[in-house]
């Protein structure tokens, strides 16, 4: 386990060279990130490595990654001149239902991001080092979000429902030769048949 900041001391201690699983975790949020040993050190990295419960859930529409479900991120910190560069790849599942058929689906989630996170605010980056720490969750909730599928399907040709029992089609299943009338012009084309023979009553 990453050593934590002590109770009685004011110094954090940093995680072992070798154990590069560590990522030196802060107490309020497992994706804030300690960087001082990177601080004002060129050249300097470390590998991060990180399994953790998504502390929020990540999309509210067809498809989200609940709050709780397991997130790893394979990545590395890199100490630059402006500040610490962040980089990685983002793995999670999401749950979901198909658009057509409406079943329950699980979606894996593959992600990368690359984020400097700045000394000073005044070099217009987005994110900066607040108190000797960055803060990932952000980023990796947009990253998230934004590989999340909008028409999920539990598969490419799912034949999806019978708008007349409900129920799932069978698989294989093939749309009939024969046009069924659509029901919703059937009002219309009532009335196209009246007017019409009221035309030719006329006759």
Known sequence: MCPRRSKTSSTPTACPTKQVDCPAVADNSPLVLRVRDLMGK???????????????????????????????????????????????????????????????LEVAIDADFQELFAYSGEDGYDNEVV????????????????????????????????????????????????????????ALRALVDQDNENGTSRE
């Open 42 to 104: 060129p050249g300097s990295m470390r590998e991060l490595q990180m399994t953790l419960d998504a502390p929020e859930h990540y999309g509210e529409a067809v498809a989200r990654v609940a709050q709780g479900s397991e997130v790893s991120i394979d990545g590395r910190l890199e100490s630059v001149h402006e500040g610490i560069l962040a980089s990685g790849e983002i793995h999670t599942t999401a749950h979901a239902e198909c658009v057509r058929c409406l079943e329950p």
């Open 131 to 186: 108190d000797e720490t960055i803060d990932l969750g952000p980023i990796v909730r947009d990253q998230v979000v934004l590989q999340l599928p909008f028409q999920p399907m539990c598969s490419p040709d799912c034949p999806g429902l019978d708008p007349e029992t409900g129920e799932k089609r069978p698989e294989g299943w093939q749309e009939s030769s024969e046009d069924r009338p659509d029901p919703r012009w059937e």
